[in-house]
């Protein structure tokens, strides 16, 4: 292939969250021409979700000048196997069982697909365009609906042998803590430090005591991570408290990752991260207190600098780039 059609082509990146899936045209720069947003939770069976996403995508590749100009379509998903193509036992999509998304998004689309874990997608885009350029070991944690990681050791993220490695918002951190009603598991990382679990903490806190707080003003069921952060931003101690609580939990679980691989720095990316010192301080504090000397004072937490939907978008191009011709 001459290099000007390589300079020509483009890349389609989807990443496929707990709540809604965001997708875009972009080119080898990592401009991103073209995105939209759908919900992930519209479709009870997978077909008419993919079904949507073309209907939205389709106009968006006629703008570019069509399929031909189209390397491949890369796609970041909750349990999304590298290896396989296959979305597997997601427990915060709709679809359950083993989906094989990437085969069945080729024959829609016509397309080649290569498919990985979400988090895996925004790692990759870290590296590429955001804060992990020129880092070859760094973990990104994605403090979103749930908690997802990608872990990068030597320049290479790590698949492990089934493609699923690098699951760590479900290692367990306090054992037979919260039940995690998609896994069925108990204490994990996700149960606590996601913005599920802010929530989650959230309640237990107000029923815990009786302390005053303005979270004592909202229906129950209205109750939110962002609602926590305004009321924390307010002075609300209550609320302060339920981010100390949960910087203690990924601070802790941040100390054990970091004495598993050596990172050079924890790339924080997600909602959650808007919250900045009233979670990232706690983090940081139990991080180095729960770390052997060796590890102490050595690993960066920074926050992605890239905006949340174009990492993903981004981080799932990437992968297109890779498909042979």
Do not use: C
Not at 77 to 92: F, I, K, L, R
Not at 301 to 307: M, N, Q, R
């Amino acid at each position: 292939m001459g290099k000007a059609t390589a300079l020509q082509q483009l890349a389609i990146g989807i990443d496929i969250g707990g709540t809604g899936t965001k997708f875009g045209i972009v080119d080898r720069n990592g401009n991103i021409l073209f995105s939209s947003e759908i919900s992930s939770r519209n479709h009870e069976e997978v077909e008419g979700f993919i079904d949507e996403l073309y209907d939205n995508l389709h106009a968006m590749i006629e703008r570019a000048g069509g399929t031909g100009r189209i390397k491949g379509i890369g796609v970041g998903a909750p349990n999304g196997n590298y290896y396989t193509g296959t979305v597997e036992y997601a427990p915060n999509l709709p679809w359950r069982g083993i989906i094989p998304l990437a085969k069945m998004m080729e024959a829609k689309f016509r397309l080649p697909v290569v498919l990985t874990n979400d988090a895996n997608a925004a790692a990759i885009g870290e590296m590429m365009y955001g804060a992990a350029q020129g880092m070859k070991d760094f973990i990104m944690i994605t403090l979103g609906t749930g908690v997802g990681s990608g872990i990068v050791a030597n320049g290479h993220l790590i698949y492990g042998h089934d493609g699923f490695a690098g699951e760590l918002g479900h290692t367990i951190i306090i054992p037979n803590g919260r039940l995690h009603d998609g896994t069925g598991k108990r204490g994990s990382l996700e149960s606590y430090a996601s913005a599920t679990g802010v929530r989650l903490t959230a309640l237990e806190m107000l029923q815990n005591n009786t302390e005053p707080s303005l979270l004592r003003n909202i229906p129950t069921d209205q109750i939110d991570s962002k609602k926590v952060f305004e009321a924390a931003v307010e002075g609300d101690q209550l609320a302060r408290n339920i981010f100390e609580f949960t910087g203690q939990i990924l601070g802790l679980a941040l100390a054990n990752f970091v004495m598993f691989s050596s990172p050079e720095a924890i790339i924080l990316f997600g909602g959650l991260t808007k919250a900045g010192d009233l979670i990232l301080k706690p983090t940081r504090e139990n991080m180095e207190a729960n770390v052997i000397q060796v590890f102490q004072n050595k690993v960066k937490i920074l926050v992605s600098h890239l905006k949340e939907a174009d990492a993903a978008i981004l981080g799932a191009s990437a992968l297109a780039w890779e498909i042979q011709d």
